[in-house]
């Protein structure tokens, strides 16, 4: 179990033992509260007093967030060495680096909350495929849409916009495929039912089209617009 260590409202000693002791050990490290923030290296910014999180990696990386946007306002990359400390009745947290020279320091009025955790964390980040690689695999093995499928081209011109893959089923009727590689909605089944409707009109008239949509899955809205526009759901994962 991951070891955690953690204090509500702590004095600046009490802080900066937490912090000093556990980024030494390599543990990951975290403070909240209101502070300042200075950084000089590459360019100079300084941040008022206001309050936010400031995280503390075992690699060196440091980062500053506010109440908004995924991005941190500050951060140090890998490798920075970190030190905290007391100074004039406040914490004080620098991570610094040499090549090239650059500081961040951040000093806390008043701290919310420090936490110490111990990481373990050696899996890799599993990363779904793309359209590109969905439609390689579709064109490898055509029997994932279904037996008898067989693809004449990709990226096919229409007056509604190039078709994934074009081909034709075991009966000779025209099979339009749309990709996607994630779970979707009624607008992927709109842009398929307008691609079978433009070559419908190209085509002659007796031509049977089929519009054929792979994904991982749907949503129920997006399978019952499928349903009503006489369109077909084939659930394949990308690779």
């Known amino acids: 179990m991951t070891a955690v260590e953690t204090l509500t409202y702590p004095d600046p000693a009490a802080a900066a033992d937490l912090a000093s002791r556990n980024a030494e050990r390599g543990a990951l490290v975290t403070l909240f509260g209101t502070c300042t923030v200075e950084y000089e290296g590459r360019a100079v910014s300084s941040l008022g007093p206001g309050d936010r999180h400031v995280m503390l990696k075992p690699d060196g990386a440091a980062l500053v967030h506010t109440d908004e946007g995924q991005q941190p306002v500050n951060w140090q990359p890998p490798g920075c060495e970190h030190s905290v400390v007391v100074d004039d ?11 090239p020279e650059e500081s961040l320091e951040v000093v806390f009025e ?27 695999r579709i064109l490898e093995t055509p029997a994932l849409v279904e037996e008898g499928f067989t693809p004449l081209a990709t990226e096919r011109e229409t007056a509604a916009g190039a078709v994934d893959v074009y081909g034709e089923d075991s009966e000779g009727r025209t099979v339009v495929v749309e990709l996607k590689r994630r779970r979707v909605g009624p607008d992927a089944v709109g842009q398929l039912g307008r691609y079978v409707e433009a070559l419908e009109r190209d085509l002659h008239a007796d031509s ?22 006489g369109l077909e759901f084939v659930a394949v994962e990308p690779p």
Do not use: C, M, N, Y
């Not at 420090?114 to 390689?136: I, M, P």
């Open 89 to 99: 009745d406040s914490l004080v947290v620098r991570s610094t680096r040499s090549t």
């Open 208 to 229: 049977e089209v089929r519009g054929v949509l792979v994904a991982p899955s749907v949503t129920d809205r997006a399978r019952q617009l499928l349903a009503r526009k």
């Open 110 to 136: 008043t701290v919310a909350h420090a936490a110490a955790f111990d990481v373990s964390d050696s899996a890799d980040l599993a990363l779904t495929g793309t359209e590109a690689d969905l439609k390689e």
